[in-house]
Nanobody, 123 residues
Framework: QVQLVESGGGLVQAGDSLRLSCGAT????????MGWFRQAPGKEREFVAS????????YYTDSVKGRFTMSRDNAKKMAYLQMNSLKPEDTAVYYC????????????????WGLGTQVTVSS
């Protein structure tokens, strides 16, 4: 069992930056791919970014490419999402997720989820 806890959300203005963190506890974190997803009110949960255990490959949805950067520190069992040039359309609850498999954009493929952290971007 892996428990995930997100932090770092908040209320910011358009153009500002935030850094989300995701801490993992519980059984081994080794080999797990990590993903970030978000869900805005009335919308389905959508993929934001994902990364292999080795961090050798990172994937982003088109709308955040060039603005968001995912990273991880396996020794600390942490994953991060640096979000720059935030836009009002980035407003959502952000979730981190973990899967023992390869990173994927499909939420259903992730076995473990955090409870989310709210990001609100005002115009």
């Amino acid at each position: 069992q892996v428990q995930l806890v997100e932090s770092g959300g908040g209320l910011v203005q358009a153009g500002d930056s935030l850094r989300l963190s995701c801490g993992a506890t519980g059984r081994t974190f080794s080999g797990y791919a990590m993903g970030w997803f978000r869900q805005a009110p009335g919308k389905e949960r959508e993929f934001v970014a994902s990364m292999r255990w080795s961090a050798s490959s990172t994937y982003y949805t088109d709308s955040v490419k060039g603005r968001f950067t995912m990273s991880r520190d396996n020794a600390k069992k942490m994953a991060y999402l640096q979000m720059n040039s935030l836009k009002p359309e980035d407003t959502a609850v952000y979730y981190c997720a973990a899967t023992p498999g390869l990173p994927t954009i499909r939420p259903g493929a992730y076995e473990y989820w955090g409870l989310g952290t709210q990001v609100t971007v005002s115009s």
